[in-house]
């Protein structure tokens, strides 16, 4: 299992806002930022949000981050079928001296 | 334009070793820290390893502690992955990341490679 958790699938309708949680705890989230990577298959992943709620130049406004304690969220709004994709939180982890990922969840576009 | 480029993949059994190498270019390699991470196929992102920016620091994943040794040539401009006594669980596309950030517990992951694929089987 992955240090941190996150649904192994979630889904909308084009248009909808839909969230993927990422849970952890003290020693990674709660203590240091969580960042946010989008992956296509079959290619590499990319960085969407990092800080917390940052977002790289080229990345949508239709795509935020948030943090509250130990969780953290990646919200999508105005969904769009190319944001079908493989959804992954990471965070620095101060006990395990590592960098932990979620288990990443599939977005699908109905 | 940045660009990190990943070699030395292929097929090898069980206990053997690899070397895995990462181009870096389109930026000044030496004042980052870098990462190797890497995705079992039809799995998640597990991270490998880090190396600080001077080589001063160090650190692993509990999965690969004292098989794989991370190292960087900074005049070449170049990450390696040393690995050895591999095991069919090391099967993966391997990355490497460049790291980026300016504070303690705030840094992440700005650029990645293509990946290499390691399979290992007998």
């Known amino acids: 299992q992955s240090v941190l958790t996150q649904p192994p699938s979630a889904s909308g309708t084009p248009g909808q806002r839909v969230t993927i949680s990422c849970s952890g705890s003290?020693?990674?989230?709660?203590?240091?930022?969580v960042n946010w990577y989008q992956q296509f298959p079959g290619t590499a992943p990319k960085l969407l949000i990092y800080k917390n709620d940052q977002r790289p130049s080229g990345v949508p406004d239709r795509f935020s981050g948030s943090k509250s304690g130990t969780s953290a969220s990646l919200a999508i709004s105005g969904l769009q079928s190319e944001d079908e994709a493989d959804y992954y939180c990471a965070a620095w982890d101060d006990s395990l001296n590592g960098w932990v990922f979620g288990g990443g969840t599939k977005l699908t576009v109905l | 334009e940045v660009q990190l480029v990943e070699s030395g993949g292929g097929l090898v059994q069980p206990g053997g070793s690899l070397r895995l190498s990462c181009a870096a270019s389109g930026f000044t390699f030496s004042n980052y820290e870098m990462n190797w991470v890497r995705q079992a196929p039809g799995k998640g992102l597990e991270w490998v390893s880090y190396i600080s920016s001077s080589t001063g620091t160090i650190y692993y994943a509990d999965s690969v502690k004292g098989r794989f040794t991370i190292s960087r040539d900074n005049a070449k401009n170049s990450l390696y992955l040393q690995m050895n006594s591999l095991r069919a669980e090391d099967t993966a596309v391997y990355y490497c990341?460049?790291?980026?950030?300016?504070?303690?517990?705030?840094?992440?992951?700005?650029?990645w490679g293509q990946g290499t694929l390691v399979t290992v089987s007998s």
């Open positions: 990341a460049r790291e980026d950030g300016n504070s303690y517990g705030q840094f992440y992951f700005d650029y």
């Open positions: 003290s020693s990674n989230i709660g203590s240091n930022t």
